[in-house]
């Protein structure tokens, strides 16, 4: 597959009912990069990841992933190709507690790597393994997002999206996090798609990066490119917290 994009996503409409959230969308993400997808809300980056996932499926064009047409497969199947999710919203399971989410995430195939990849989340967020016996609910909004994306690296991704990590989080935390995905990247090569209405941590982070404008693509280049671009400075980080 030498070449070939890990994720491609080529002219993708999806529709709730009658409203088409997506008009088209081509994205590309190679691996070992960490590319991001800004936009507004409302853009359709959630629609966008889910449609990776699954859920809603596209009704025009195509998701490929790993040389595979994934448009039309079922969830369950997408997952174990290795695409893991960090969704909106984080999606811990409260009641359960910090271990016990992180053994929900395991892939039955995987179970006999299951306290080496513990380990390697509590390394990588060491307040998770402090918290280990904890309930997911009575996180911080913070560590509940380390718990969703530690609960994602438990499947061995080939791909992990996230979807908006930073989402109410305060700045130095948001940070934390960026730096633990870059961490990723760099050590394990590990290949990232990130949503988010930050673009200013976005950006920074990213190999590369596209815009989302009503369901569609209208920029893309170097997470570089984008930060200095007039356009995307005026419309997403005036006025932005950094
Ligand atoms: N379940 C749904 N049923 C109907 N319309 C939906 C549904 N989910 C999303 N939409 C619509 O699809 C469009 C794209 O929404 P989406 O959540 O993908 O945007 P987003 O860029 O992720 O925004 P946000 O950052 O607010 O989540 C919006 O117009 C939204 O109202």
């Known amino acids: 597959m030498t ?5 491609k996503v080529e002219g993708v409409e999806t529709y709730y009912g009658n409203i088409r959230a997506l008009a088209g969308v081509n994205v590309e993400v190679n691996s070992g990069e960490i ?40 969830t369950h199947e997408i997952a174990r190709l290795r695409i893991a999710q960090s ?6 399971f409260p009641r359960m507690t910090v271990y016990e989410n992180l053994q929900m995430g395991a892939s039955l195939d995987k179970l006999k790597y299951f306290n080496e990849d513990v380990e390697k ?12 016996s904890q309930r997911g609910g009575t996180l911080s909004g913070g560590e509940q997002q380390m718990l969703s994306i530690g609960r994602a690296l438990m499947a061995r991704p080939k791909l992990l999206l996230l ?4 989402l109410g989080l305060a700045p130095l935390i948001v940070k934390g996090i960026f730096e633990a995905i870059k961490v990723l990247n760099k ?11 930050n673009a200013f941590a ?36 005036e006025g932005g917290h950094h």
């Not at 969704?87 to 811990?92: D, H, L, N, Q, V």
């Not at 989340?121 to 280990?132: A, G, M, S």
């Open 202 to 237: 976005a950006l920074k982070l990213s190999d590369r990066a596209y815009v989302m404008v009503n369901g569609r693509v209208t920029m893309s280049g170097s997470g570089k490119e984008l930060l200095a671009n007039p356009e995307v400075r005026s419309a997403y980080l």
């Open 87 to 92: 969704p909106e919203g984080r999606r811990i």
């Open 121 to 132: 989340i509590f390394t990588l967020f060491p307040r998770l393994k402090e918290r280990q």
């Open 3 to 7: 070449g070939q994009p890990l994720l």
């Open 187 to 197: 050590s394990q090569g590990l290949t990232v798609f990130l949503v988010e209405q």
């Open 163 to 166: 979807d908006e990590p930073s």
């Open 35 to 74: 590319v991001s997808l800004i936009g507004a809300n409302g853009a359709g980056k959630s629609t966008l990841m889910m449609t990776i996932c699954g859920s809603p499926q596209a009704r025009n064009g195509s998701v490929t992933f790993d040389g595979r047409d994934i448009t039309h497969m079922p």
